[in-house]
Every structure is written in C-alpha cells, then in structure tokens.
C-alpha cells in the first residue's frame, strides 16, 4: 500500500512538474498569438491609410480634371462670343456699306 501512494505521489509531482513548465510556455505562446494579431491589426489599419490616401489622391485629381474640363468649357463660351461679337461688327459694316452705296447711288 505504500508503495501505490508513493508512486501516486511521484506521478502527481511528475504532473505538477509539467504543468509548472507547460504554463509558462502556453503563456508564452498565448503572448506571441497577441503580439502577432496586433502586428497584423497594424498592417491592416496601415493599408487601410493607404486605400484611403490613394481614394483622396483619385478624388482631387478627378476634382482638377472637372476643374480643366470648366475652363475649357469657359475658354469656349468665350471664344463663341469673340466670334458673334465679329460677325455682328461685320453684318454692321455691310449694312453701312448698302447705306453708303444706296445714298451715293441716289446722289448720282
């Protein structure tokens, strides 16, 4: 009868001893599961910085093309009127032009 409880008590040290070492090593382990999903969390929240800055930068440029493309719409508006503005002077000028010649017509 002795000997079983002293080979129980051996196998309950033998047990506590390799929960005492496995202990140490799951905490261990659980730390660097931690400091890798914080590490990932990290890489994640930086390409998520990135996405972002990249949808700011096609955001601005796509602001600077309507920006171009208005001016341009302006430059063209205000060429039309240039060439209105020189049609009219012209109609202006061979209207005065009939005038001239029908009043030197009449004189003759």
Do not use: G, H, I
Not at 39 to 53: E, N, Q
């Amino acid at each position: 009868m002795a000997v079983l409880a002293t080979a129980v008590l051996v196998l309950a040290a033998l047990v506590l001893a390799v929960l005492a070492t496995a202990v140490p090593v799951l905490a261990v382990l659980v730390l660097a599961v931690l400091v890798l999903a914080v590490l990932v969390l990290a890489v994640l929240v930086l390409a998520v910085l990135v996405l972002a800055v990249l949808v700011l930068a096609v955001l601005v440029l796509a602001v600077l093309v309507l920006a171009v493309l208005v001016l341009a719409v302006l430059v063209l508006a205000v060429l039309v009127l240039a060439v209105l503005v020189l049609a009219v002077l012209v109609l202006a000028v061979l209207v005065l032009a009939v005038l001239v010649l029908a009043v030197l017509v009449k004189a003759v």
